[in-house]
């Protein structure tokens, strides 16, 4: 597979410098930290705001951790928990499976300690941004996720607007889950978020986290670049793999046949206002048909 970018298109200015760290792909298990199964944060992205951690709990299993100077989200992927933070416990009904539809989840503030706890056992995401302003904890509740048919035919896939820019309030984190059914495309078309251009695109560092349902089954993720020596990245990635979009135009997203692929986006960036614009392709200005 193939993408063109065509000599017409100028070359985009203003770019901020890119720092790319030495792989794009991240294999399940490679990126794996103490007691994370993938544990990125911005050091080891090579960028400033964005982290994601996955944890694996057994029955009984109970982990603590500082918050630092980042704000996250504690997003059941399987299975339910508890979260102590601040005073308050917050108890996450979660769900079985990523394919069983939203979750409730948990916002841990930035400068406080916080505990999961789960009797059952489960995968918990935490999805984090570096941040300055300091909000309450809170629960989120399922039923309060908007959730989204973006595209259609081919194209079309869920997407669970759970933190949201204007779906649930945090400092810089903006986060999303999409489910793409097997054989259709998502991130389509392609699109990028590597410039700050008041009210048209802001600067976002995105991380994709995938789950594919289905024992071998895979996916193909394409980043290609939006400037001289910028992101590039034709992968196939499988269960557990993480992509990280420092910069450029990203998608699709190709889920094989059969295989229904689900993807966390976790985003942050500089931008004055925490917002999530984007710029299509100029091959692909139609939008989300």
Known sequence: MS?????????????????????????????????????????????????????TLGPGGIHSFDSGDSEWIVLPLSGACSVRVDGEILELLGRASVFDGVTDFAYVPRDTHAQIASGAGGRFALAGAKCERRLPARYGPAPEVPVETRGSGNRARQVRNFASADAFPCDRLIAVEVVTPGGNWSSYPPHKHDEHRPGAESVLEEIYYYEIEGPGALAYQRISPSRPGGAELLAEVRDGDAVLVPDGWHGPSIAQPGHPLYYLNVMAGPGPEREWRICFHPDHTEGYA
């Open 3 to 55: 993408t063109h970018h065509p000599a017409s298109v100028d070359p985009p200015s203003h770019h901020p410098p890119s720092h790319h760290p030495p792989s794009l792909h991240l294999p399940a298990g490679t990126a794996a930290r103490g007691p994370y199964g993938l544990d990125i944060d911005p050091e080891r992205a090579g960028w400033t705001y964005s982290a994601l951690r996955v944890l």
